[in-house]
């Protein structure tokens, strides 16, 4: 019996092991095959990536196990996928059903790619999901339902897609939702009383979306929540009276650009955390609490236009309650119904304050003196009150100001001299106000205004030659409806990239200067109401972009010029009241009658029968009424048709000789040849390496002081032992013998001699350019450079504009078209004001039009133009220079100046993509991560005492205003459209002209409303 029970103990204890061997097998063998899944699942993911700029997916291959690719981590205890976080990586895909095989997955995270689509509804098998950050991509479709059964789901970041339809209601059931972001989609509908439900929520973002009806009571009951916005959306209703105390950890409350109306509720005074509150463009009425200054760490206050106030003294009162608010940085009340006298405890305000905006209310009084302690601002605008007495010269202490609005209102005396100490100024409006004396000179000291308006006040005196050397300018000069006196001075011809000048009811004289013709970017011009007098000047045949021209009641005279009919994008004409006379032209513009004005004009004839002028008729000479014999009459034509026919022939012979000795020739007629060997050699330091500023394919650049002035200059010695150096010289002469423009390298002299050795010697004398090339800004070479050779967004852009405008005058308004042909950095000079100007025309070829009127092919030589990356594909493949291959270089230079990246960059080695490609694929989402660092802001991070989850701070960051964002991607739109494959394809040089002007208006505005 003893060894029968021993023996059934044995056989128990045999059957236990084998049990348990069998259910750890079976484990292994579910995880092995898990992990198979895994890996199954990743390589599918991988498959459906179409472009992935930074080479991640070439990271996961079979050299190391699939736990360990960039971007996967997996369980330690079963070796399964447990977070897939592939964030501003810049991947482009679809997102692959499979991706619900990976069951142990917890984080998902592909925020800031290009990822479009719908999103996997087998996303929902994922029940162990938590965080999901899909925002900045381009996922379409509506919010996939199955993801109601991810019940452990704590974070849901969906903004800045295309999603549509409406917010389910089962968002709901998900309890353990802390962060809810659905902004910037195309979602509609009412918000789901639902959400009200989610107790642990701690952030909502709702907005820029198409939302309507009023918000849900039951969200205003979750005290978690500290970040909430609805701003930009159609949404309407009272914001409730307690709001305040049922978010008493509210840090964000936003709900502008929507239909709200009530009163601002009291107890938001008592939300103590509170940072951002903007109700900005809604309906509210009432005034702001008067304790509102309790909010110690309130930085951005904002219910501009609204209906606060009540137009009567006492709306303000509450404006001293806000001294206490020292980390205030935005504080925005206009256009309201603010009423009494204007406190001087605005001069109290926070230090840090960076924007005071009170404008188009019905405030009066003055401005305070105290105004300067506000050494911050960035922006102040008091327009459209009835602010009246002096302007305090103290305002010229505020030398971070960036745009200043004083117009509309009842000031008086002089405008004070030391606003030219806002040296940052881009806008300047002062027009509508009681101003007397003149302008002050010292306003040419604002070298970043983008726009001038002092119009209607009573300025007297000249205009100030500092005024009109602001090239700067480049939105509007408006100085119109005063009493200036004298000639507009010929400076006016630097303001070259104006768009609109109006000088219109003053009592200005003289003629217009011809130098006007230099402003090519003008679409406006105004000077009616005068005494201007003379003709039109011809050169301003080039002001080609001309959409409204009034040069009414005034003394011109002479003909109506031929090529105002010319311009095809001219509008509205007013030549009315002067004195112009003969044939009235018939084309363009002058063949739509009601399009432009000539009454008083009693000397014209011609033109359009409801106009109702005289016909033109043609004075007959005397002598020919001796001619009473046909065949006399006969005879005398045949034989001035045969003498004219000669002239015709003898004229054209010696025109191909003169054609072919220029051809052979090695001079450079034209071009002053009155330097000698010597005297550039001694002011080059002989040639001394100290002076060397650059080099390239056909010779040095050396600066050089000229005796003779002491003014600086470069000189371009040419290396003649370089084959082709000689032909380089002799086109560049030939080239810059015939344009002129403020963005073209200015050519002194020239110079063909021999050297002290007997050597032959060829040397260009030009304009020296203190700041160097563009080449040395994008690209310095050390770190020092790197640290001082810095370039803002707004002079890139400048810079951009200036290239532009410079291969628009060698395209369209030269008398022969030319093209440059190397268009690049290093050929790109800028001078001390950083204005841009192109050299370097040693590869530059005339275009000789087609029969088509389109210069579209050089009949000259077919040889390969140009500089790696820069050389448009055509020419590779035998095609001539032409202005659309001009187009494609700037097109990648423009894409080099705003990512910071050369065409020829080690990225695009060994790649079918450049930097077109890279760009092309980047817009317009993802713009920002691959534009030059040194263009990205620099962001504020969260300071709240408790610790802030990576995710909450990305949707914090989200929902900051980005005003340089928007203008980015346009510039690189353009960038884009002019480097097209397709030389049919790309943009014509006017057109972009004209819309980097646009680009900058929008870069201004935005910039003031930030």
Not at 372 to 377: E, H, I, W
Not at 590 to 616: H, M, R
Not at 777 to 791: A, E, I, M, Y
Not at 878 to 888: K, M
């Amino acid at each position: 019996m003893g060894s029968s029970y021993v023996f059934q103990f044995l056989c128990g204890i045999l059957l236990l092991l084998c049990m348990s061997t069998c259910q750890d097998s079976a484990t292994a063998a579910s995880t092995l095959q898990g992990n198979e899944t895994d890996l199954h699942t990743l390589l599918d993911f991988k498959s459906r990536i179409v472009h992935d700029p930074f080479h991640i997916m070439s990271l996961w291959n079979d050299s190391i196990h699939h736990c360990n690719w960039l971007g996967i981590t997996c369980n330690n205890s079963n070796g399964r996928v447990m977070y897939l976080i592939l964030s501003d990586m810049t991947l482009s895909g679809t997102l692959p059903p499979s991706i619900g095989n990976l069951t142990f997955l917890t984080r998902l995270n592909l925020r800031n790619s290009s990822f479009h689509g719908e999103f996997p509804h087998e996303v929902g098998l994922l029940q162990y999901l938590q965080h999901i950050n899909i925002s900045y991509n381009s996922f379409g479709g509506s919010i996939p339902s199955n993801l109601s059964h991810c019940t452990e789901l704590s974070i849901l970041s969906a903004g800045h897609n295309n999603y549509t339809g409406t917010i389910p209601a089962w968002i709901g059931n998900s309890s353990s939702l802390s962060l809810l972001n659905l902004a910037v989609n195309n979602l509609h509908g009412n918000i789901p009383n639902e959400i009200g439900q989610l107790s642990r929520l701690t952030l909502l973002a709702l907005n820029g979306n198409y939302l309507s009806g009023t918000i849900p009571g039951t969200i205003f009951n979750i005290s978690s929540l500290f970040f909430f916005t609805v701003s930009q959306n159609h949404l309407h209703g009272n914001i409730p009276a307690d709001v305040g105390y049922t978010f008493p950890n509210l840090e964000t409350f936003a709900g502008g650009v929507n239909s709200f109306t009530g009163t601002i509720p009291e107890s938001l005074s008592n939300a103590s955390r509170l940072e951002i509150l903007d109700f900005a463009e809604n309906g509210l009425t009432g005034t702001l609490p008067k304790n509102i200054g309790r909010l110690p760490l309130l930085k951005r206050l904002n219910f501009d236009d609204n209906r606060l106030g009540t137009g009567k003294a006492g709306d303000l009162n509450f404006l001293a309650s806000l001294v206490n608010c020292t980390a205030l940085k935005v504080l925005g009340l206009s256009d309201n119904s603010f009423g009494g006298e204007l406190p001087s405890t605005i001069a109290n305000l926070s230090t840090q304050l960076t924007s005071l905006t009170l404008g188009g209310n019905g405030i009066h009084g003055s401005v305070p003196i105290g105004i300067r302690n506000l050494v911050n601002l960035t922006f102040l605008g008091l327009e459209e009150n009835n602010l009246s007495g002096f302007v305090p010269h103290t305002i010229g202490m505020l030398r971070l100001l960036n745009g200043l609005d004083l117009n509309g209102n009842n000031f008086s005396g002089v405008i004070p001299s030391s606003i030219g100490n806002l040296t940052r100024l881009t806008r300047l409006q002062m027009e509508e106000n009681n101003f007397e004396g003149s302008i002050p000179a010292n306003l040419g000291k604002c070298q970043s205004l983008l726009m001038l308006n002092l119009s209607h006040n009573m300025l007297n005196g000249t205009i100030p030659r500092q005024v009109l050397t602001l090239s700067s300018l480049s939105i509007y000069l408006d100085l119109s409806h005063n009493a200036l006196t004298g000639p507009v001075l010929a400076e006016v011809g630097k303001l070259v990239n104006l768009a609109q000048l109006d000088l219109s009811e003053n009592k200005l004289s003289g003629m217009i200067p011809s130098s006007l013709g230099s402003c090519i970017g003008l679409e406006w011009i105004h000077l009616q109401g005068n005494f201007f007098e003379g003709n039109i000047p011809s050169t301003m045949r080039y002001l080609r972009g001309l959409q409204d021209i009034d040069l009414s009641c005034n003394n011109f005279s002479g003909k109506i010029p031929e090529f105002l009919g010319e311009f095809k994008v001219l509008e509205h004409l007013n030549l009315s009241y002067n004195d112009f006379s003969g044939k009235l032209p018939m084309n363009g513009i002058f063949k739509n009658a009601t399009s432009y004005s000539v009454y008083g004009n009693s000397k014209l004839c011609g033109g359009a029968p409801e106009l109702d002028l005289p016909a033109c008729t043609i004075k007959k000479a005397s002598s020919f009424r001796k001619f009473h014999d046909p065949k006399v009459v006969i005879s005398v034509i045949v034989a001035l048709v045969f003498v004219l026919l000669l002239f015709c022939f003898l004229a054209i012979s010696m025109v191909k000789r003169a054609r072919k000795k220029a051809s052979r020739s090695t001079t450079t007629k034209d071009l002053d040849l009155q330097i000698s060997y010597s005297e550039i050699a001694k002011c080059t330091g002989g040639f001394s390496p100290d002076n060397l500023v650059g080099s390239g394919s056909f010779g040095s650049v050396y600066k050089g002081t000229l005796s003779s002035d002491g003014s600086s200059v470069a000189v371009k010695v040419l290396n003649l032992e370089q084959r082709g150096a000689s032909k380089s010289f002799i086109d560049e002469c030939q080239v810059l013998r015939s344009i002129r423009h403020r963005n073209l390298l200015k050519i002194i002299t020239a110079i063909s001699s021999v050297d002290h050795q007997g050597n032959d010697f060829k040397a260009l004398v030009f304009e020296f350019m203190p700041n160097g090339s563009l080449e040395d800004w994008l690209h310095p070479v050390d770190n020092q450079q790197k640290q001082t050779k810095t370039l803002s967004f707004i002079q890139r852009l400048n810079i951009a504009i200036d290239v532009a405008c410079a291969l628009e005058y060698l395209h369209h308004f030269c008398h022969t078209p030319i093209v440059h042909c190397d268009i690049k950095p290093s050929n790109v000079l800028l001078d001390n004001d950083m204005v841009a100007h192109v050299g370097d025309f040693g590869l530059a070829t005339f275009l000789f039009e087609e029969s088509s009127g389109s210069p579209q092919q050089s009949t000259m030589s077919g040889v390969l133009k140009g500089s790696i990356g820069y050389i448009p594909p055509e020419y590779g493949m035998g095609g001539h220079p032409s202005a659309l291959g001009d187009i494609y270089s700037y097109g990648i230079l423009l894409l080099e100046i705003f990512t910071g990246k050369r065409p020829t960059h080690e990225m695009f080695e060994g790649v079918s993509m450049g930097i077109h490609q890279l760009t092309a694929l980047s817009l317009p989402n993802h713009a920002m991560e691959i534009i030059d660092p040194l263009l990205l802001p620099k962001r504020e991070f969260d300071d709240r005492n408790e610790q802030v989850s990576t995710e909450e701070e990305a949707i914090l960051r989200e929902n900051e205003p980005e005003v340089i964002e928007g203008c980015l991607v346009s510039v690189l739109q353009i960038g884009v459209s002019c480097s097209v494959t397709s030389p049919r394809e790309r943009v014509p040089m006017t057109e972009v002209v004209n819309k980097l002007h646009a680009i900058k208006s929008s870069y201004l505005i935005l910039n003031q409303l930030k």
